[in-house]
């Protein structure tokens, strides 16, 4: 079975574009999650949803991110405008089951540059 | 609030040599699930274990194995003979049983170096 699949891989942008992250989560899992890691703060969750439905958005930074799921099988992180600090890795993960009890697998992440 | 310390930052080895990496956590949950991570330098984060709070068995795979201590909330990963494709950033994360709540928080995360 596929994992979670992410595009792009890399995305190099200048500041003020918008940039919209694409994640296909592993088929079946019913919790998808979004995070964001940096050399400054580590690994941090910015949202997550189930059944489509987002249920904790409090890590998104701030208006300028946004996220959707409109099927099972998809979901975009969307930032815009874009700004030098949001330079990071993005990854997208998804679990079987929710309630902190199952195994979260990870994509291969987004390598966001922004100039 | 749950954490997860990873107090060592970065390890060096040679390789064939033991190598054991720390994570201590908190949680005023009686139920929860502890997981370790491998980020190598391709980037991706790949799963190792997961265990929940009421296994305290300790649990070996090939040359991995892990140390699960409620006593003193800590669950320590070792390698045995160390390999060079061991080099990789290793997470510990930690995840209570609530709904609501699914996040994983992870540690800092050890860099280890297995030196040839």
């Known amino acids: 079975d596929a994992g979670v699949i992410q595009s792009p891989r890399h995305e190099v942008t200048e500041m003020g574009q918008e940039v919209t992250l694409r994640c296909k989560p592993i088929?079946?899992?019913?919790?998808l999650f979004w995070y964001r890691q940096t050399m400054m703060r580590g690994l941090e969750l910015l949202i997550y949803?189930?059944?489509?439905?987002?249920?904790?958005d409090s890590g998104m930074p701030e208006d300028r991110f946004s996220a959707k799921m409109p099927n099972a099988s998809f979901s975009t992180l969307k930032i815009q405008p874009s700004e030098p600090r949001d330079s990071a890795v993005y990854f997208c993960?998804?679990?079987?089951?929710?309630?902190?009890?199952?195994?979260?697998?990870f994509g291969p992440g987004t390598r966001l540059t922004v100039l | 609030a749950q954490k997860v310390t990873q107090a060592q930052t970065e390890i060096s080895v040679v390789e064939k040599e033991d190598v054991t990496l720390d994570c201590v956590y908190e949680?005023?949950?009686?139920?929860?699930?502890l997981f370790w991570y491998k980020q190598p330098p391709s980037g991706e984060l790949v799963f190792l274990i997961r265990?929940?709070?009421?296994?305290?068995q300790n649990e070996i795979s090939g040359r991995y194995s892990w140390n699960f201590q409620k006593s003193t909330s800590s669950f320590n990963f070792t390698i045995t003979a160390s390999q060079v494709v061991d080099s990789a950033v290793y997470f510990c994360?930690?995840?209570?049983?609530?709904?609501?709540?699914?996040?994983?928080?992870f540690g800092t995360g050890t860099r280890l170096t297995i030196i040839p």
């Open positions: 265990r929940n709070s009421f296994d305290e």
């Open positions: 949803f189930n059944n489509n439905v987002p249920i904790d």
């Open positions: 993960a998804s679990s079987l089951g929710g309630q902190g009890t199952d195994t979260q697998y």
């Open positions: 994360a930690l995840s209570e049983v609530n709904f609501g709540n699914e996040k994983l928080t």
């Open positions: 088929s079946g899992h019913d919790y």
């Open positions: 949680t005023r949950d009686t139920t929860y699930y």
